[in-house]
């Protein structure tokens, strides 16, 4: 019902920036919670940020609040992700998510709809 393309990874240096954008079709898109979650190897995935369905509200992991900003374009159903101040430890498949509520969670398991993920790689 929700389909997630993510674009925008790639292999950055120490300090660099990167904008992860996620462009999502299918019903009634504009009305979910949508957020960004990574996995690095060998670790579970984990919570980076949402935004809840009018972008009006944000979350975002202490691992990166400060460094990366979160933002929604209903017009244009595309989810973005600035990261700043990259760091090594930011290494991770990057996923987009979505659910069928209004309100974003930091749950993994309450997003059913997810992207291909798009690979951040940060050399020191």
């Known amino acids: 019902q929700v389909q997630l393309v993510e674009s925008g990874g790639g292999l950055v240096q120490a300090g660099d920036s990167l904008r992860l954008s996620c462009a999502a079709s299918g019903r009634a898109v504009s009305s979910k919670a949508m957020g960004w979650f990574r996995q690095a190897p060998g670790k579970e995935r984990e919570f980076v940020a949402g935004v809840n369905w009018s972008g009006a509200t944000t979350y975002y992991a202490d691992s990166v609040k400060g460094r990366f900003t979160l933002s929604r374009d209903n017009a244009k159903n595309t989810l973005y992700l600035q990261m700043n101040s990259l760091k090594p430890e930011d290494t991770a498949v990057y996923y987009c998510?979505?659910?069928?509520?209004?309100?974003?969670?930091?749950?993994?398991?309450?997003?059913?709809?997810w992207g291909q993920g798009t690979q951040v790689t940060v050399s020191s």
């Open positions: 998510a979505a659910r069928s509520s209004s309100i974003a969670t930091m749950a993994v398991a309450s997003y059913e709809y």
